[in-house]
């Protein structure tokens, strides 16, 4: 139980930030004395002094950072971008920026008449007109950008921005159009040269966190170090200097942001607990990892991503080891029980946070797991071989590009075809997928696994052959909106009020898709112009004339 021992102390700085957060100061304190008295009660005199020194902490710097936020912003400012610019419709895009002295990420509106490629770390000076913020948070405030400049970013973030440059634009130039958007996602966490209906293709299948750094390119990175290290017989010291090494190079190539520093240490704490298991077990590294962020970062508390990092980090420790003795029943290869108990322990840990925050879940999410697993640490590796080789004299980076193309465009493809599989995704709320994790834990203790699972695969075949023959929806019955753009479409998809059930673009630039297209929150995209008739079926799948999908 010893790798518990921080666990609590975790949960209360988390709940203390968010109650501060959410402007209910009184309740974070109230938390704080519950915690150090239930500690008391149970004669835990170490528990007292860490939730009380930890949590008065957390609360006393979250007190601070939100009331800094609540301060008003000058109308012009000098900032700094913070993420990708995002299309939000015509010819507006979002910008998330940095602006000096205030404690969260600030988004900016920006009309811009030709595709917005400004790299993290890109001074800007603007004129803005400031709004109440709607979105739940730290930041306090969003901004309408009147006039603006952008510089060219500097020191080291110019550095990462020359690097991304000179990668992407060489992946341009050697891979084909499946790899050309995967390959900068996967290995520098870079998405600009994916468009929307590939980034809506990847969250549908689950394969979206492939394109975001994660703690798990950082553990494949370590990873390689470690056994390159032991192949040359050097002893565990210089084994661990090497991992180290290498996580702070991935670390100085990908950039210095918010995501790429939380999944760095989340990967050097995993780095610490393979060195050290006997005394730095993995929930104790996580533990470690959530009270550094949480005390150094108190956005982070109202972030889906950090959730969602946390609760598949925490599955994969508390479930695997269990799948995997269930699983390995099946006498099916090693590598296949290993890679589908993370893929459902990761999936299992995540889906009531995916339901809260999208209201749809990926029912093809571990098959496209389990099936682009061997690809993902070759790209991550040889990938980052090829940034490298980018800044050096020779073809190597062609060389490193030829090798792991394949792999991208196996992942590419396979998330393309689960997308056209009937019930791809499907509506879900938070308690209703607690409540089926409920009923098969229930059954699964009273010794029914194996009918379980049965019923499970029977359920999703009988989804499958009925999804066959769905019968064919009538758009007239239903609300439908058209627009230009597919920029249009997001725009109009994430608005407030009611929203339209289906939505038609008129646009007919590109490729005819080989896969059917929907926005973020689910609602089906039709392109007549660009892939020629398709039709909408009860079951929410789509179907094209000439078979594509």
């Known amino acids: 139980m010893r790798e518990l021992r921080l666990v609590p102390a975790a949960a209360v700085v988390w709940a203390v930030t968010l109650a501060v957060v959410f402007s209910c100061e009184p309740v974070a304190w109230g938390l704080v004395g519950v915690a150090v008295a239930v500690a ?15 949590g008065s902490a957390a609360c006393l710097l979250a007190r601070r950072r939100y009331h800094r936020a609540l301060a008003e912003l000058p109308e012009s400012i000098w900032a700094t971008v913070a993420g ?4 939000v419709g015509g010819r507006r895009w979002l910008l998330p920026v940095r602006v000096e002295d205030y404690p969260a990420p600030v988004p900016l509106f920006v009309d811009s008449e030709s595709p917005m490629t400004l790299p993290r770390g890109t001074p800007i000076a603007a004129r803005v007109q400031w709004n109440p913020s709607e979105q739940a948070g730290l930041g306090q405030w969003t901004g309408t950008v009147r006039e603006w400049q952008a510089g060219r970013p500097q020191g080291l973030d110019g550095w990462v921005a020359h690097v991304h440059e000179r990668f992407v634009a060489v992946v341009q130039e050697q891979v084909g159009e499946a790899s050309q958007g995967l390959i900068p996602g996967m290995v520098l966490g870079n998405t600009t040269t994916q468009g929307e209906a590939e980034r809506e293709l990847y969250i549908a299948t689950g394969l979206s966190h492939l394109s975001a750094v994660s703690g798990a390119n950082v553990t494949i990175v370590a990873t390689c170090a470690f056994l390159l290290c032991r192949l040359c017989a050097l002893g565990p010291r210089v084994q661990v200097c090497a991992a180290a090494s290498a996580v702070v190079t991935f670390f100085l190539l990908v950039g210095p942001e918010p995501s790429v520093l939380r999944a760095t240490l989340t990967g050097l704490v995993g780095l610490l607990a393979v060195a050290h298991s006997a005394t730095f077990p993995p929930l104790h590294g996580l533990s470690v990892a959530v009270l550094a962020l949480l005390l150094y970062d108190s956005s982070l508390a109202t972030q889906w991503g950090f959730a969602l990092s946390v609760a598949a980090t925490a599955g994969i420790v508390v479930a695997y080891p269990l799948l995997y003795r269930w699983l390995a029943r099946a006498r099916l290869p090693d590598v296949v029980v290993r890679a589908l108990a993370v893929a459902v322990a990761a999936d299992l840990a995540t889906a009531p946070l995916v339901a809260a925050m999208s209201g749809r879940i990926s ?3 571990v098959l496209a797991n389990v099936m ?5 640490a070759p790209i991550t590796v040889v990938g980052l071989l090829a940034v490298v ?6 073809p190597g980076e062609e060389v490193a590009l030829w090798l792991i193309e394949p792999c991208s465009w196996w992942i590419h493809h396979v998330a393309q075809r689960c997308a056209t599989l009937p019930l791809a995704t499907v509506e879900a709320t938070p308690a209703r997928v607690v409540v089926a994790y409920a009923w098969i834990a229930y059954l699964v203790a009273l010794g029914h696994g194996r009918k379980v699972a049965a019923a499970l695969c029977v359920l999703l075949a009988l989804a499958a052959w009925s999804g066959r ?8 019955g239903l609300r439908v909106a058209v627009v230009e753009t597919a920029q249009e479409a997001a725009a109009l998809s994430a608005q407030d009020g009611p929203r339209p059930q289906v939505i038609v673009v008129r646009e007919s630039r590109g490729s005819p898709a080989a896969y059917p297209s929907r926005t973020v929150e689910g609602i089906p995209v039709l392109f007549p112009q660009r892939d020629g008739p398709v039709t909408l079926h009860r079951d929410g799948t789509q179907h094209a004339a000439d078979g594509r999908f």
């Open 469 to 476: 023959t769905a019968p064919e929806e009538d758009l007239d």
């Open 40 to 54: 008391w009660a149970r004669r835990a005199t170490g528990q007292v002094l860490v939730l009380g020194a930890l």
């Open 372 to 376: 682009v697993g061997p690809a993902v």
């Open 389 to 394: 080789f980018v800044l050096l004299p020779g």
């Open 84 to 87: 990708e610019p995002r299309p």
């Open 363 to 365: 029912v093809v999410s």
